[in-house]
């Protein structure tokens, strides 16, 4: 295999339709095999059925095992997803699970200190602590339950329940909240509920394809080489992608809109109003399958391409390029994410997005399909199975319906079940953490301590007295370090359960190897957890009728039942014989649906819709009644809203506009891929990227130490400089601490994007603004001698930024008794 750090995507398979608007075209196969050095292939012992969980693509792999240990991983050929291609991090990353600081016992918090116990000591502190919240008025609002996009639908599900039906809590969410709420959220508004219009045939199948906000070269190397494939095949599409930097995809694309972030709203409004204006619009679709078509013509004729040339900062002739690229596609394919989702006006735009889908009747059909991606692996089944506080099942918490068929399947009082206000989102569960009316924050599977906002005020939260931390997580992460109880988790690899990747198919994850030490499974720590709290139904039996699994997935199925996500034709056996299965599958004997609103009817009923909508300036709910008003008759809503300038503008103290993002080879807060040798090495440390005329007035040169300042904090990195455009800069987020292992928590530079980025949120999505900060950079001079990283950052500006952890924690350090 050629080496996949220096080639991220691999050799190219060229294919593509034998004539345009063909459908023949079919992605070949290419195996991708990693071994350890000295395994052979006839040398592993036992294949396992797995699917990555290192992005949201779902990568269909085996894992190999050989002793008790993981020692590689080869790419299922026969699967739909990927036909046997792997990225660098599902290649390498598997080396992360054999880390020889994994969390083997639980520890709690002992005169200060985290130390060593077992696991009846760890969760009976847990339990006696909300046993006692439980015990005052309202204890129900005291807990606050922050998951992830990275656990099993078993998981989650089982998650959901505990909260929703034997605590009663509204305050729910997961690290989705940062990643995906915005999909959801454009989804539920345009069509009526969750669900991923699109497939990734449409790949095959497209005659354009538009990007936007999505590096997905980086972030989705598999479904890129697919990209790429067709680009170097016959009848290539046409490439569209929209991005303030020059990345791999816009290096690609036929066309790229280097945008000033925050302003992607400007830009969505001009190119429906050239698409509106040269009449490229199906009026016959429009008429029948969409309701918002004159309010959307009068909102976007007040954005002539020449206002959004200058608000966004590209040449109006590249605008009206765009429309025509998109406006005389026949298969246009769109893929939307993070440059989108955590933007200024991030439901509004990624609306746009579908509303240019549906006016142009693109949607449904070979080729033709919106992508509104997801990116963490498992983000997806956060949101069906409700564990981001949303119901589960893509059900309407304001329909009381839908509570009722929740509570006749739990057999609970309908008024247990949380839906007298929409639940509660990540960043208000921290809000009431730090106001202190949440007193029990269990975080399982995300590490905030890197990957919030504003990380000096997350800090100041997570070590709040009379707060208990509860962190489930594989290793003493920065968030662990605040922690009151540590729970070590077992992953992927070493526990079974299944999930749903960004184009709705499922996978089971089988375990190949046993966790290490005392680790167990999320699900293990849930369901016990569930039983010490001798949570009930209505009629006095256990809450909780699942034991392992299958018998989780099985509970599981019965919830989906009837509703957009059901799974209900799904089980184990066909997901270990077949390989990934697309929902909604009803039937054990069928595929599952390649696409969704194929008829051009959508989930709009109001008996059947996930929301009833919102104001998407304000986010404001609107009512049953308001709905039903509009009639929408299985009808998609065009969504219509003027440009507003973002949450931070620039001025003369901070006089450049920050983004942030990912870099190919890191995942998140790289507790894992900094712990896998050839990623670690291939980007070891932090950076600021800049524009060549920026550096040059600032008289910085690449590799330059350079301090990044907003109003919440400061950063010390090397400047790249690179061909993103004037007055912006990057940084990838994925740098805690200096390292792992290597530095005390108070021992680290302060080298996190998210020291800098604002406390700031969409309002429909209540997804993070971490794409528009406002900054400053200056060059840093050594003032100590030797190397300023190790010597100058705790001095240079108002000692350590970072100190944090053991000593500043220990909140809730109740001596056993
Ligand atoms: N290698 C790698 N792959 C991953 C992950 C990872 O950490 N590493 N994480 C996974 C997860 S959870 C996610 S959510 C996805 C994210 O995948 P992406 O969304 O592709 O990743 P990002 O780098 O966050 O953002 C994408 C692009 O948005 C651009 N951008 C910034 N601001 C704006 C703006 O205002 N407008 C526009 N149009 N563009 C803007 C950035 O320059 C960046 O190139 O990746 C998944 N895959
Ligand atoms: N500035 C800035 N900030 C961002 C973003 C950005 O683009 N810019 N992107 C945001 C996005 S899209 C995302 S998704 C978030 C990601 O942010 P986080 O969720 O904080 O990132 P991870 O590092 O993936 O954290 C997952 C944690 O779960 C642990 N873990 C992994 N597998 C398991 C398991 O099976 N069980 C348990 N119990 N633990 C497990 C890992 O060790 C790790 O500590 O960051 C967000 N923050
Ligand atoms: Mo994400």
Redesign the pocket.
Known sequence: MNDRIADPWGPRTPYGPSAPGADDAVWPERVDTLLEEGVAEDDVEAWTRAASI????GDAMDIAARGGRIVGVRGRADDRVNRGRL???DLYGWQANRSADRLTAPLIRKGGELVETDWDTAMERIVAHSKELLSQPGGWGRFGFYTS?QLFSEEYYTLGVIGKAGIGTPHMDGNTR???ATAAATLKASFGTDGQPGSYTDVDHCDAIAL?????A????VLWARMLDRRRGPNPPRMLV????R?P??KEADLH?A??????QA?MNALLHLVIADGRYDERYVREHTIGFERLRTTVADHPPERAAEICGVPESQIREAAELLGTSRRLLSTV????????QATAAGCQVNNLHLIRGMIGRPGAGVLQ?????T?QNTRETGADGDLPGLRNWENPDHIRELAELWNVDPMTIPHWAAPTHAMQIFRYAEQGSVKLLWISATNPAVSLPDLPRIRRILAKAGLMVVVQDLYLTETARFADVVLPAATWGEKLGTFTNADRTLHLCDKAVEPPGQARSDLDIFLDYARRMDLRNASGGPLITWHDPESAFEAWKECSRGRPCDQTGITYARLRSEGGIQWPCTDPSEPGAERLYSDGRFNTDPEYCETYGHDLTTGAVDSAEDYRAKEPHGRAFLHAEPYRP?PELTGPQYPLLL??????????TRTK?GRTPQLREAAPDAWLEISAEDAEELGVIEGDPVWVESERGSVLVRARVSG?RKG?V?M???YGYWDHGTAGPDGGRPRAANELTVTSWDPVSKQPH???AAVRVTKATQTHGGDIFESDFGTARGGSPVLAGPAAGGTTDVEED
């Open positions: 290192l992005h949201s693509n990225g660098p991090k996009g940062l990643c995906t936007w906000g999505h590096n997905v980086e972030t989705q190397t929209v991005d303030p930097r990345t995809a816009a809109l945008v000033r972030n925050g302003t992607n830009l994410l993070q440059g989108f989702y955590q933007s200024n991606m997801n990116g963490q692996p983000a973002g983004t942030t993002g990912r870099t190919v080879y890191h995942f998140h891929t993103i912006v990057f990838p987020f994925h971490f794409k528009v």
